[in-house]
């Protein structure tokens, strides 16, 4: 069964350090979106893209966030100086469609912890 | 603006007994609710959605939802809980607002015991 991976599954950096947190969404999905959950708080919305421009996005991606499909398969998030607060699990999602009733799917998450 | 509130950051229940997660959903237009599961390690998957068709939606593993817009909720149950339905649970909404996001609740840990 397709699935959305992710990688790497847990990522430790430095204050200041730049990241990317990489993304394999399913063949056949069009919409992409990251989501991060900071430890016992809420799923939060990031950011969706299609067609290689950025769709939506929350007041949380802020300058210092940036997405990219850099090749047909992979969708990056990388966050250019990190700060002690970017600390959560981000997930990576995909659907078929771009429409609010459509199910995603969503990869395992990639851990990241900033010290 | 959409927001979804999750009674009860953990739920414990005996094996075989009722399960009933809490879910309350604010949004000023008609919503599309999402009940998503995360098992250890993995990913969210879904377990059933609300899409306006039928109040009562019936979903994976022998879950089920029903809507009810004048309690702006959308309770999760299942008849008789399993040991391999201990997992973390998530409400979501998502509404069309031109484009849309997809807002979740907290979630709720499923504990069972035997």
């Known amino acids: 069964e397709p699935e959305v991976t992710q990688t790497p599954s847990h990522q430790v950096t430095q204050m200041g350090q730049e990241v990317i947190l990489r993304c394999v969404p399913i063949?056949?999905?069009?919409?992409f979106y990251w989501y991060r959950q900071i430890l016992g708080q809420k799923v939060e919305f990031l950011v969706s893209f299609y067609n290689n421009e950025i769709s939506e996005k929350s007041e949380i991606f802020d300058d210092q966030f940036s997405v990219e499909r850099p090749d047909g398969s992979n969708f990056t998030l990388k966050i250019r100086s990190t700060k002690l607060e970017d600390s959560a699990m981000y997930f990576c999602?995909?659907?078929?469609?771009?429409?609010?009733?459509?199910?995603?799917?969503f990869g395992p998450g990639t851990r990241l912890t900033v010290l | 603006a959409q927001s979804v509130t999750q009674l009860g950051s953990h739920v414990s229940v005996s094996e075989g007994a009722l399960v009933l997660l809490r879910c309350n959903y604010s949004?000023?237009?008609?919503?599309?609710l999402f009940w998503y599961v995360q098992y250890p390690n993995q990913g969210l998957q879904l377990l059933l959605k609300?899409?306006?068709?039928?109040?009562l939606v019936k979903g994976i593993n022998g879950f089920e939802a029903e809507f009810k817009k004048s309690e702006t909720s959308f309770h999760l149950t299942k008849p008789s809980a399993h040991m391999s339905d201990a997992a973390e649970y998530f409400c979501?909404?998502?509404?069309?607002?031109?484009?849309?996001?997809?807002?979740f609740g907290a979630g709720t840990r499923l504990f069972v015991k035997a």
């Open positions: 949004s000023s237009v008609p919503p599309y």
């Open positions: 609300y899409t306006s068709a039928a109040t």
């Open positions: 063949s056949n999905h069009l919409y």
């Open positions: 999602a995909s659907s078929a469609r771009g429409e609010a009733v459509e199910e995603q799917f």
């Open positions: 979501a909404v998502s509404v069309n607002t031109g484009g849309f996001k997809t807002i």
